[in-house]
């Protein structure tokens, strides 16, 4: 399977970006999908994770209720939506897909089996 994140972007603090996965080669409307996110000089980190059933989304504490992760399977797509982004938000962003994660691997990086290449998202002060 092959992921394409897109949506990615310069915007002002305070402003929004919507983030989009989108998957070809294969379905994941039976995986659970992810957003990672990693800054310059800093490691890989989770974002959000959404299990196939669409219900009962993870999220990093840093989150704090600005993004919402989601999926249309009908698309094979999956989405970040991102609001009040702050400069700390700055960094490339990742889509992953795996069809193997469990409540206790989700935030885990090496649960995922599939990558997209990444999108920049800027946030300027």
């Known amino acids: 399977v092959q992921l394409q994140a897109s949506g990615g972007g310069l915007v002002q603090a305070g402003g929004s970006l919507r983030l989009s996965c989108a998957a070809s080669?294969?379905?994941?409307?039976?995986?659970?999908v992810a957003w990672f996110r990693q800054a310059p000089g800093k490691e890989r980190e989770f974002v959000a994770g959404?299990?196939?059933?669409?219900?009962?989304?993870y999220y990093a504490d840093f989150v704090k209720g600005r993004f919402t992760i989601a999926r249309d399977n009908a698309k094979n797509t999956a989405y970040l939506q991102m609001n009040s982004l702050s400069p700390e938000d700055t960094a490339v962003y990742y889509c992953?897909?795996?069809?193997?994660?469990?409540?206790?691997?989700?935030?885990?990086?090496?649960?995922?089996?599939?990558w997209g290449q990444g999108t920049q998202v800027t946030v300027s002060s």
């Open positions: 080669g294969r379905t994941i409307n039976r995986d659970t």
């Open positions: 992953a897909s795996s069809g193997s994660a469990i409540a206790s691997s989700v935030r885990d990086a090496r649960t995922y089996h599939y």
């Open positions: 959404l299990f196939r059933t669409g219900y009962s989304p």
